[in-house]
């Protein structure tokens, strides 16, 4: 395995702003520009077009740097023009041709976020001097149920997000909201859910949460964990703790060039296609999350070997996973996260004196099978 290279200088946080086409996106981002007045923003848009990108597309507008990516998503075809892009602003900020203090990427509505996250995984230039901050996904209440039932590409958004911000809920009743809130915990109960109007949130709840830091907070939602599991919501035990460590972004296997265009459905007798819930069961999403619980350790090997193959056999249907691990005959933490086939892995903070050992981990994916999951890190306990 594998590390990045890390600057000696503070890495510029980066948000990558995502939703379905209408969802209000850029209200959100025109919100973000207007209360960071006077602070430097460098945006990538990306939207549709034939044209194929320019390296002179970097104009002024509005104080800020915006750069637009004309040819299409961000996806496997375009990840080397992100790179690109990235180290263009890197180079001029370098040089003092430019000065911006974060990068927010507002992807087109059809894109899913996997690829823009990988970018952060697996380039060292980008890693060393870029951090990714968080996914933040914008839902419409409005049309949020239909347009999950009829776009993949909206289930992978909301499976990608640390947090989900529901717009338009003024034209909703309140039981279409806890209805479509109640799906979008099912398919990602690590991200929280804020309903906003015009992009009005507390911007210290989406810039600078460190979603995709290792150190942070592992946090589920224990309304997750009641439904999933009405035993566990008793013993749920937010993990408040900050971790002492390093993001390293280690390379578990290949990346598919093509994973993220998958078809949502699966003909797999194997894959488990019900969620088990009494509410909105007719909603069958392909996207889903559940959770492993342990309060005994882990064998190291056995559990390096079961991880490396499941992320060989269904990287490009894991969307984010992640965990805080209790490792047999470690005394600190073990941390854990990935995007699709790219695992991270880092030591944690030491194991208090009088705390309670065990391990959370949370996988949110496309049509996963969860007993070969749980039956799995089961077998890999210490004995």
């Given at each position: ?324 691990l209790y490792m047999d005959g470690v005394n600190r933490r073990m941390l854990f996260q990935g995007v699709h086939m790219l695992m991270g892995a880092d030591v944690g903070r030491a194991w208090g004196p009088n705390e309670k050992r065990s391990s959370k981990m949370v996988f949110i994916g496309r049509n996963l099978p969860k007993d070969v999951f749980m039956h799995g890190l089961e077998q890999c306990l210490a004995a």
């Amino acid at each position: 395995m594998s590390s990045a290279k890390k600057s000696t200088t503070a890495q510029i946080p980066v948000t990558i702003l995502t939703g379905f086409l209408g969802a209000g996106k850029t209200t959100l981002l025109n919100r973000i520009l207007t209360e960071f007045h006077g602070r430097r923003v460098a945006v990538i848009e990306n939207e549709f077009g034939p044209e194929g990108i320019d390296n002179d597309l970097l104009i002024q507008h509005n104080d800020e740097e915006i750069v637009e990516m004309n040819n299409g998503c961000i996806c496997c075809t375009v990840r080397g023009d992100l790179v690109r892009i990235l180290l263009e602003l890197k180079a001029k900020r370098y040089a003092g041709k430019l000065n911006f203090e974060r990068v927010i990427i507002e992807t087109t509505g059809m894109a899913n976020p996997g690829p823009v996250c990988q970018t952060f995984f697996m380039d060292d230039d980008v890693s060393s001097y870029f951090k990714l901050d968080a996914v933040i996904t914008v839902v419409d209440a409005k049309h949020g149920m239909t347009t999950l039932d009829e776009q993949p590409e909206a289930l992978s958004q909301v499976g990608f997000a640390d947090r989900v911000l529901v717009s338009k809920i003024d034209l909703v009743k309140d039981a279409e909201y806890q209805a479509l809130r109640s799906r979008l915990l099912r398919i990602n109960p690590r991200a929280t859910i804020t309903p906003v109007n015009f992009g009005e949130v507390d911007l210290k709840e989406i810039i600078d949460i460190n979603g995709f830091n290792l150190n942070a907070i592992l946090d589920i939602d224990p309304e997750f964990l009641a439904e999933t599991h009405p035993d566990a919501a008793e013993s749920h035990d937010h993990d408040h703790g900050h971790e002492h460590g390093h993001d390293h972004g280690h390379d578990h296997g290949h990346d598919h060039a093509h994973d993220d265009h998958d078809a949502a459905t699966c003909t797999d007798p194997t894959h488990d296609h019900g969620h088990g819930h009494a509410h909105h069961h007719h909603h069958d999403d392909a996207i889903g999350a559940f959770v492993f619980k342990s309060d005994k350790p882990f064998d190291s090997m056995r559990l390096e070997e079961f991880l490396g193959g499941i992320v060989q056999v269904y990287g490009t249907d894991l969307l984010r996973y992640k965990g805080i691990l209790y490792m047999d005959g470690v005394n600190r933490r073990m941390l854990f996260q990935g995007v699709h086939m790219l695992m991270g892995a880092d030591v944690g903070r030491a194991w208090g004196p009088n705390e309670k050992r065990s391990s959370k981990m949370v996988f949110i994916g496309r049509n996963l099978p969860k007993d070969v999951f749980m039956h799995g890190l089961e077998q890999c306990l210490a004995a």
